[in-house]
């Protein structure tokens, strides 16, 4: 069992910061936190090594959907500081050419001054599931990424589009995993997920009812417990 103060350091999806995480870090208390900030870098590896100079010498890391991404490539610059992994909603596999062909005309439409459009109508409906609490969860995404701004959207946007497969890197980690994702995630659905505790067999694989691409928001209470079941196990 790792000591239960083992740091932790958390990445936050596309257009989220802090907030994302909602009650977690008070469930988590003592436990030392490491927040990753938006940083305005144009590649996946950049996002991983301004992590990586900030993060104590081993630490726990949690990330989901983009933050899933960027903890993998954290993983594979430096997998013996990771002392176990949790990867929730999210995608090991690189950009498809026909997400990549839609990313530049929806930065373009961003930089142009869309980016409450390109949110609310083009990424927001694909996030939630039909929980009572949807409609304040999306107004926070929203305010969570108009806070960011456009070029923080561009260069994550960026990012994603040149992502690295990491199949080799899962395959390569032994320590403690967590596979998680909402029952209902679109951007990355279970397929995702079954691939990544197939290249991980010593991780958990833990699918939240109910929810969709944000389980910590729309179902809390069962996303923590999960959470705090890696920490501790």
């Known amino acids: 069992m790792t000591d239960a103060l083992t740091p932790l350091v958390l990445i936050p999806g596309m ?3 802090a907030r994302m995480w909602g009650a977690l870090p008070a469930a988590l208390y003592p436990r030392q936190l490491y927040h990753a900030l938006a940083v305005e870098a144009d590649s996946i590896a950049a996002f991983a090594a301004a992590i990586l100079k900030g993060a104590p010498p081993r630490f726990a890391l949690a990330g989901l959907s983009l933050g899933g991404i960027v903890a993998m490539e954290v993983v594979r610059q430096a997998p013996d500081r990771v002392e176990r992994l949790a990867l929730m ?78 199949t080799a890197t899962l395959a390569a980690y032994r320590d403690p995993a967590l596979v998680l994702m909402g029952e209902h995630d679109i951007p990355c659905p279970r397929d995702r ?12 694989l833990v699918v939240i009812a109910g929810a969709g691409h944000l389980p910590i928001l729309e179902k809390p209470f069962e996303t923590t417990a999960a959470l705090l079941r890696w920490l501790e196990e």
């Open 89 to 166: 909603d999210t995608n090991p596999l690189a950009e498809t050419p026909e997400a990549k062909a839609r990313r530049g005309p929806q930065v373009a439409r961003v930089l142009a001054g869309g980016l409450a459009s390109v949110m609310r109508d083009e990424m927001k409906p694909n996030y939630l599931a039909n929980t009572p609490h949807r409609t304040a969860i999306l107004d926070l995404c929203m305010e969570m990424a108009m806070a960011l701004g456009p070029q923080v959207f561009a260069c994550q946007s960026r990012a994603l589009a040149s992502r690295p497969d990491q």
């Open 15 to 17: 257009m989220c910061d």
């Open 193 to 204: 997920h079954d691939l990544m505790h197939d290249l991980m067999p010593q991780s958990r």
